[in-house]
């Protein structure tokens, strides 16, 4: 994305260039999570991807949900809202939705699935290997445990 900020004298300044991602948090009927490690990184994390141009970010999130893992999921509330600057890498706002619970069946079929595209699992909350998300991720990651446990909206600035 870009946007274009306006100076006093009514002239563009330069474009400044950022990106959005969506993920979902979502669990099974024991309340683990649901993590994923797609195939192009040693990380697990919440399922979920970038938002592209003129998409709004639940319909970003469902979407992904589809693309990748074959689940067409209602996305609930929004549970955070983060900016990070991580230095040299394109500025992000993370936007982590609550998806709800999948069912057994559909858990089945997920944790089954050996299409190579990205591996999941579904891990509880307590028991997270925090070695195994990205470290620039990690409070995105706490932060979603929290709003989802207290049913409330946090946002963070991760800036550097």
Not at 43 to 57: A, F, R
Not at 65 to 76: A, C, F, I, N, S
Not at 100 to 129: K, M, N, W
């Amino acid at each position: 994305m870009t946007t274009r900020h306006g100076r006093e004298d009514g002239t563009d300044a330069a474009a400044v260039s950022w990106g959005a991602s969506a993920a979902a948090f979502i669990t099974d009927e024991h309340g683990d999570v649901l993590l994923v490690n797609p195939a192009h990184t040693v990380y697990w994390t919440l399922p979920g991807g970038h938002v592209e141009d003129d998409e709004l970010p639940d319909a970003a999130c469902a979407r992904e949900l589809r693309e990748t893992l074959g689940l067409d999921l209602r996305v609930g509330p929004l549970l955070v809202a983060a900016w990070l600057d991580a230095g040299g890498l394109m500025p992000r706002v993370h936007h982590v939705f609550d998806a709800g619970q999948v069912s057994h069946r559909q858990r089945s079929a997920l944790t089954q699935a050996t299409d190579g595209r990205a591996g999941c699992r579904f891990v509880p909350p307590e028991r997270i290997d925090t070695s195994l998300v990205p470290p620039f991720t990690l409070p995105l990651w706490e932060a979603a445990l929290t709003a989802h446990r207290d049913k409330r909206l946090v946002c963070l600035d991760l800036g550097t």
